[in-house]
């Protein structure tokens, strides 16, 4: 089964940085796309970035040059560089992929932002 960890969230000042990880098991990491999504308390879940398999990347308007997302394939690992982080980033962040049809997630890491 696929597996999913997210890790590296935390409470963080406004203007401050994160880097979130999101270890990827039992899958062939290095053909999928992976995506982060985000869920801020009583939103919908929402797509921040997406980083294709040759490494393309695309991100939501309200994030763009203020995240990065990477992928390591030697380790199945995809990241995500948050700088410049403001209140409105609070929420869960998701790693999510796709492998014939089926969406597999993990279980969130909390980002909180204070002001």
Not at 71 to 91: C, F, G, H, I
């Amino acid at each position: 089964q696929v597996q999913l960890v997210e890790s590296g969230g935390g409470l963080v000042q406004a203007g401050g940085s994160l880097r979130l990880s999101c270890a990827a098991s039992r899958i062939i990491f290095s053909g999928n796309a992976m995506h982060w999504f985000r869920q801020a308390p009583g939103k919908q879940r929402d797509l921040v970035a997406t980083i294709t398999s040759s490494g393309s990347t695309n991100y939501a308007d309200s994030v763009k040059g203020r995240f990065t997302i990477s992928r390591d394939n030697t380790k199945n690992m995809v990241y995500l560089q948050m700088n410049s982080l403001k209140p409105e980033d609070t929420a869960v962040y998701y790693c999510q992929t796709t492998i014939t049809g089926m969406g597999y997630w993990g279980k969130g890491t909390l980002v909180t932002v204070s002001s």
